[in-house]
């Protein structure tokens, strides 16, 4: 079997069903995932790079991530991949009975490499991704729909606190280098002998500096001891990225309250995303609502869990030393509103740090 079939597997293999509505973004983290995606008013970890800088100031102590690892997958990706294998890419018939016989399915395959370091008030970060989705649709004349994303890139994020650190302010930078791809492809297309050069030539190119401002307000003297609310301005420079997919500006808001329970800190978070609509292709209100929790154990173990766009998140973490492990399952709605087409997602990690 020549390669283009296993690219076809590698690359569409990413459900990003037809006209889908799957939000864009960089890099979104296992832990902020787990509780749903509610995180702009939590932000205490360097994932606050990517959804409110102002949650830098919060960093307790100096973190080191060497190699966090994350591989991610749907729940059709191994099925795909497997019969994908099995297929003679250059016999067109062959090509086309491989897609009717996986007609309508959807598969995500991701790899995510986000080493960094953070410390009070600043964080500083090297992002490597690779995510490919695909669908398969038109029984007749039998054809995959290709969304890739390949990003490279730096970031650095810096906040500082006022009003007797009760209000946080800060921002982030990040570099980002893009290549990425959505294209439709019929059993022609990858029966041909040079759908390999295809599939190189429709990538597309760009890169650019993407400018985030936060701010998280402390309300522990105001309404209730713990509680506290943010807003995050994301993309606000550089969400032209050349030829290649852009990313979209957005405002975020979200509440967080923070218990200290003795046997272990609790958690909650609700968050309401792109609040004035700039994500085309819908206006759906229950598609930016994220609301999750976490609990951490005071030794090497903690759990989340939470609703992303209506569905139902999990997330657990193991933290022995210089080895954290960490597992998650949301779902995405790849749809025109909440409820209409969701792909569960499945996502491990492995990390060496300090």
């Known amino acids: 079997m020549k390669t283009s079939l296993f690219v076809l597997a590698c690359m569409v293999m990413m459900a990003g069903a037809v006209g889908a509505a799957e939000y864009p973004y960089v890099y979104r983290g296992m832990r902020p995932l787990g509780m749903g995606g509610a995180f702009t008013a939590v932000s205490d ?22 190699f966090p690892l994350e591989f991610e997958i749907s729940e059709n990706t191994l099925d795909l991949y497997g019969d ?45 991704t690779v995510r490919a ?54 059993a022609v297309d990858i029966a041909s002998e040079d759908f390999d050069e295809t599939i190189r030539d429709d990538l597309k190119d760009g890169s650019g500096i993407l400018v985030d401002l936060g701010m998280i307000y402390k309300l522990d003297n105001v309404l209730l001891p713990g509680l506290r609310a943010g807003v995050s301005a994301s993309n606000l420079v550089g969400s032209k990225l050349g030829d290649a997919e852009d990313m979209k500006s957005h405002v975020d808001l979200g509440l967080a309250y923070v218990m200290d329970l003795g046997i272990g800190k609790m958690t909650l978070g609700a968050d309401y995303v792109d609040l004035f ?38 997330g657990a973490t193991i933290d022995a030393w210089v080895v954290r492990i960490d597992a998650l399952t ?4 790849l749809g025109a509103y909440a409820g209409q087409r969701s792909d569960r997602r499945y996502t491990v990690s492995l990390d060496f740090g300090l």
């Not at 090509?95 to 080493?115: K, T």
């Not at 600043?122 to 490597?128: D, M, N, R, S």
């Not at 949301?330 to 709605?333: D, I, K, L």
Request: net charge negative.
């Open 45 to 66: 970890d360097a994932n606050a790079l990517f959804y409110n800088p102002a949650g830098l100031a919060s960093i307790e102590k100096v973190s080191v991530s060497f």
């Open 277 to 314: 609509s700039q994500y085309s292709g819908d206006d759906d209100l229950a598609k930016r609502i994220r609301v999750g929790a976490e609990w951490k154990f005071p030794a090497i173990a903690s759990v989340r869990a939470g609703f992303h766009q209506g569905y139902f998140t999990c």
């Open 330 to 333: 949301y779902a995405e709605e």
């Open 84 to 128: 994908a294998m099995d297929v003679d890419s250059d016999s067109e018939q062959e090509v086309a009975e491989f897609l009717r016989s996986h007609m309508g399915d959807r598969a995500r395959l991701a790899v995510n490499l986000f080493p960094h370091y953070s410390m009070p008030r600043f964080a500083f970060g090297v992002l490597g």
């Open 133 to 186: 989705d695909t669908e398969i649709h038109d029984r007749q004349y039998p054809k995959a729909v290709i969304h890739g994303v390949n990003d490279l890139g730096i970031g650095a994020g810096y906040a500082h606190p006022l009003l007797d650190e009760t209000l946080l302010l800060g921002a982030s930078a990040k570099f980002i280098r893009r290549q990425s791809i959505m294209e439709e492809y019929s």
